[in-house]
């Protein structure tokens, strides 16, 4: 007969569990003002501004972002509105999104789906996954694993770029006149 002392079952159980995610929302859109690609502001949905993770993307993906908040209303479906509707169409519904990993500084995510109480999930482009969520009004989640590499780098070297804390600075503060101000 084998014992197994009780710690060991507990560290088992521990590394069995999911990762934590952090819910956020979509703080704004703007344009970095060194390097003019766009730039999108998650924060924290609960304690605003406790937590914030900027992506840069492409510009036709922030505009594909930038249509759905500005609600324009487009006379055909876009490439997202296309997604939703054929996700629907498949009795499906977009569940939440989860921006899961960064590596080598690329965001990773994951469009997870709910048809008939199963999830499945799909790997996408953080961009795309926003660009969906935003139109199929479901949760943007984000790991704390992700927040936790996001902050470790800090963009600051013998150039003079910014610091971290700075550039937290920078998004944690963003008004609506500065967000005017960098606003595509």
């Not at 501004?49 to 487009?74: D, H, R």
């Not at 989860?98 to 965001?107: A, E, H, P, R, V």
Request: some cysteine; proline content about 5%; aromatic content about 6%.
């Amino acid at each position: 007969m084998t014992f197994t002392k009780p710690e060991l079952i507990l560290s088992c159980k521990v590394k069995e569990m999911s990762e934590k995610f952090v819910q956020m929302r979509i703080k704004g859109l703007v344009i970095d003002p060194i390097t003019r690609m766009p730039i999108i502001v998650l924060h924290d949905e609960e304690k605003e501004n406790e937590k914030i993770l900027p992506i840069w993307v492409g510009i036709f993906e922030a505009n594909a972002i930038a249509i759905k908040i500005e609600n324009v209303e487009s006379p055909r479906p876009m490439t997202h509105d296309l997604l939703k509707n054929t996700i629907e169409t498949l009795n499906c519904k977009v569940k939440q999104i989860k921006i899961d990993n960064l590596k080598d500084n690329t965001y990773y995510a994951n469009i997870i789906l709910e048809q008939n109480g199963k999830d499945i999930s799909i790997d996408s482009r953080p961009s795309d996954a926003i660009a969906l969520a935003l139109r199929a009004d479901s949760p943007i989640m984000v790991a704390h694993s992700v927040l936790k590499k996001a902050y470790a780098k800090s963009p600051a070297d013998s150039e003079g770029k910014m610091k971290e804390e700075d550039i937290k600075k920078w998004f944690e503060n963003l008004s609506p006149d500065i967000m005017n101000k960098y606003k595509m």
